[in-house]
């Protein structure tokens, strides 16, 4: 039997480092499961008294990100008075940063999604892959620091938005049986070429749900056991062909895959 609990995450900004670390250390845990609730952009006694309403009302552990000193003793102290566990997610990093970098932090909330160079970097990143996706303005890809290939729902789409995020440039060229890529997007100088391909089970599941999700029900080879097997097994000789990284989504997260695309391009830059 799965055991609830209540986890209260408070943040002086948009909460995602929070949202994060939280789901990291819940995934540790059998057997239990989080009720969460989150309380983003919290700078403000009213606000902060509002969100402690709440904790009184549903005992629980909280995580929280705040920077400002008075808010986190407000914090601590009411749910001393509450017993329940209180716990700073950046402590100890912020911590070891400052003493080796002879600095004190600065007590900014949301510094790190200030539009800066970094941020505009990451919004040009995810125009390019929404212009380059399954295929579209292939003259600039050119551009792109990396390109995915592979068949029809191996997750090339979710993967370059979530490079872009990173800051990453990802484009995305997909392979359909019986329609030809020219030869020339496959030898572009500057990207990095990926190949993504899974197990023809996996690929039948996911491409039989999207049809089913579009209200489709007839056979094709799209959903045809053999054809697909085909489909997957030519991908894999086009990658051979060509040398490239190959990653095998079939039990990955879009997560995992972008974290093994980033290190594929580090390992890519010369050492300084």
Same mark, same amino acid.
């Given at each position: 039997?799965?055991?609830?609990?209540?986890?209260?995450?408070?943040?002086?900004?948009? %909460? &995602?480092?929070?949202?994060?670390v939280a789901k990291a250390v819940c995934a540790q845990f059998e057997g239990v499961m989080a009720r969460e609730h989150i309380?983003?952009?919290?700078?403000?006694?009213?606000?902060?008294?509002?969100?402690?309403?709440?904790?009184?009302?549903?005992?629980?552990?909280?995580?929280?990100? @705040?920077?400002?000193?008075? @808010?986190?003793?407000?914090?601590?102290?009411?749910?001393?008075?509450?017993?329940? +566990?209180?716990?700073?997610?950046?402590?100890?990093?912020? &911590?070891?940063?400052?003493?080796?970098?002879?600095?004190? &932090?600065?007590?900014?909330?949301?510094g790190q999604h200030e539009m800066d160079s970094r941020y505009l970097e990451r919004v040009e990143a995810l125009n390019f892959?929404?212009?380059?996706?399954? %295929?579209?303005?292939?003259?600039?890809?050119?551009?792109?620091?990396?390109?995915?290939? /592979?068949?029809?729902?191996?997750?090339?789409?979710?993967?370059?938005?979530?490079?872009?995020?990173?800051? $990453?440039?990802?484009?995305?060229?997909?392979? $359909? +049986? /019986?329609?030809?890529?020219?030869?020339?997007?496959?030898?572009? /100088?500057?990207?990095?070429? $990926? /190949?993504?391909?899974?197990? +023809?089970?996996?690929?039948?599941?996911?491409?039989?749900?999207?049809?089913?999700?579009?209200g489709e029900t007839k056979g094709s080879d799209y959903i045809d056991e053999d054809a697909v097997r085909s489909e997957i097994?030519?991908?894999?000789?086009?990658?051979?062909?060509?040398?490239?990284?190959?990653?095998?989504?079939?039990?990955?997260?879009?997560?995992?895959? !972008?974290?093994?695309?980033?290190?594929?391009?580090? &390992?890519?830059?010369? !050492?300084?």
């Amino acid at each position: 039997m799965v055991r609830e609990y209540h986890l209260h995450l408070i943040s002086d900004a948009t %909460g &995602e480092t929070l949202n994060t670390v939280a789901k990291a250390v819940c995934a540790q845990f059998e057997g239990v499961m989080a009720r969460e609730h989150i309380y983003s952009l919290v700078r403000s006694e009213r606000q902060l008294h509002r969100a402690m309403e709440h904790i009184a009302a549903n005992p629980g552990i909280v995580f929280f990100t @705040l920077v400002n000193p008075l @808010l986190r003793q407000m914090l601590e102290a009411e749910c001393g008075r509450l017993t329940v +566990p209180c716990v700073s997610i950046l402590d100890r990093a912020v &911590e070891s940063m400052g003493n080796f970098l002879g600095a004190k &932090e600065t007590h900014r909330p949301g510094g790190q999604h200030e539009m800066d160079s970094r941020y505009l970097e990451r919004v040009e990143a995810l125009n390019f892959a929404i212009q380059h996706d399954d %295929g579209q303005n292939v003259q600039a890809l050119s551009e792109a620091d990396v390109i995915l290939v /592979g068949v029809s729902r191996s997750s090339k789409t979710p993967t370059c938005i979530y490079l872009a995020i990173r800051g $990453v440039r990802a484009g995305n060229i997909p392979l $359909v +049986p /019986g329609m030809e890529v020219a030869e020339s997007l496959f030898s572009l /100088g500057r990207p990095l070429y $990926v /190949g993504l391909w899974l197990s +023809p089970e996996r690929l039948l599941q996911i491409r039989r749900a999207r049809l089913t999700t579009m209200g489709e029900t007839k056979g094709s080879d799209y959903i045809d056991e053999d054809a697909v097997r085909s489909e997957i097994a030519s991908a894999r000789r086009l990658f051979e062909r060509y040398e490239w990284p190959t990653i095998d989504v079939t039990r990955r997260s879009i997560e995992e895959t !972008a974290a093994s695309i980033l290190n594929l391009l580090a &390992e890519r830059k010369p !050492a300084s």
